[in-house]
């Protein structure tokens, strides 16, 4: 599967951004999808991720209640929607997707073997 993301951004602290990331290629519904982020000097950490079905989600307990992740079937897109951004969001952003587990949402970067190019989210104090 190939993944695309988009929607990163400068924005002030207080902000909103909202990513989005295109799939193609094979079923998008075998693929739990999940967005990773890197800032610099930093190891790559799990941000927030969707099972296949869509009926759960899962979020890093540094953005639960401000951010919320959610797909689109009929489009093959999945999204993350970042409110209350904070200095220490900033980081390139990732979309990967996983096929390895059914009705869980794997939070380690070792479970995805699909990754988009990452979008930059900077956000000023």
């Known amino acids: 599967v190939q993944l695309q993301a988009s929607g990163g951004g400068l924005v002030q602290a207080g902000g909103s951004l909202r990513l989005s990331c295109a799939a193609s290629g094979r079923t998008f519904s075998d693929f739990a999808m999940s967005w990773f982020r890197q800032a610099p000097g930093k190891e790559r950490e799990f941000v927030s991720g969707?099972?296949?079905?869509?009926?759960?989600?899962d979020y890093a307990d540094s953005v639960k209640g401000r951010f919320s992740i959610s797909r689109d079937y009929a489009k093959n897109m999945v999204f993350l929607q970042m409110f209350s951004l904070k200095p220490e969001d900033t980081a390139v952003y990732y979309c990967a997707a996983s096929d390895t587990v059914t009705g869980a949402v794997p939070a380690t970067v070792g479970h995805y073997a699909y990754w988009g190019r990452g979008t930059q989210v900077t956000v000023s104090s």
């Open positions: 969707i099972s296949r079905g869509g009926s759960r989600t």
